[in-house]
Every structure is written in structure tokens, then in C-alpha cells.
Nanobody, 125 residues
Framework: QVQLVESGGGLVQPGGSLTLSCAASGLSFSRYTMAWFRQAPGKEREFVSALNRGSSNTYYADSVKGRFAFSKNTAKSTVYLQMSSLKPEDTAIYYC??????????????????WGQGTQVTVSS
């Protein structure tokens, strides 16, 4: 049984940093692409970043490129989203997801089968 558990959310001031973790069980990073999505209040869930299965290739939404970094620790079965230079518009519930998207479709929500429960990130002074 696949389980994804996010942690690390919280309240941070604009310009600050935060690292989210997603502990995965029941799956292998060599077989599943891992991704982060987020959903702000009153908005649809949107793609943030993806880490391709079996590789270190990462993809980022334009809105977070240069500020966020996706990494993994295979031994700990955990992926991370390091967020820096945070802005109030980064406020959202952040979700970890696992799936097998085809080439060029890593940003599509429907390509992901497994989802975590989400962790709240609030950027405010």
C-alpha cells in the first residue's frame, strides 16, 4: 500500500525559507515520478515541481523557478521541497504526489495516482 506523508509546513515571513518533506512508503523512486502541487484558497490546485522517476531530472513551474529546489533521499524514501525567497502568493496547501506521467506531462495533475494529505504553508508578516 502506497502512502505519502508530508511535513514541514508552517508560518514564515516573506523572504524566508522553509523545507517540506514527503515520506513515501510502498513505492520506489525508480518507478514513480514524484511531484509537488499546491492549492491556494479559492484557487485550483497547480503544479509546483516534479522529479522524474529513475533520474535526477527536475521540472519547475515558472512561478517558483530559481526559488524552489526538489531533492530526494532514496535511503530514507523521502523527497524534499526546499523553498526560499518565499512570497505571500506562495501561501497554499502543498501536496506530494506520485505517478507515472509520460514525457512532457509531469505537470498534469491527472497523471498522478497517489497523493498525500497536504501541509499548509503560510507566508505572512
Amino acid at each position: 500500500q502506497v502512502q505519502l506523508v508530508e511535513s514541514g509546513g508552517g508560518l514564515v515571513q516573506p523572504g524566508g525559507s522553509l523545507t517540506l518533506s514527503c515520506a513515501a512508503s510502498g513505492l520506489s523512486f525508480s518507478r514513480y515520478t514524484m511531484a509537488w502541487f499546491r492549492q491556494a484558497p479559492g484557487k485550483e490546485r497547480e503544479f509546483v515541481s516534479a522529479l522524474n522517476r529513475g533520474s535526477s531530472n527536475t521540472y519547475y513551474a515558472d512561478s517558483v523557478k530559481g526559488r524552489f529546489a526538489f531533492s530526494k533521499n532514496t535511503a530514507k524514501s523521502t523527497v524534499y521541497l526546499q523553498m526560499s525567497s518565499l512570497k505571500p502568493e506562495d501561501t497554499a496547501i502543498y501536496y506530494c504526489a506520485a505517478g507515472t506521467p509520460n514525457w512532457g506531462s509531469s505537470h498534469l495533475e491527472r497523471m498522478y495516482t497517489y497523493w498525500g494529505q497536504g501541509t499548509q504553508v503560510t507566508v505572512s508578516s
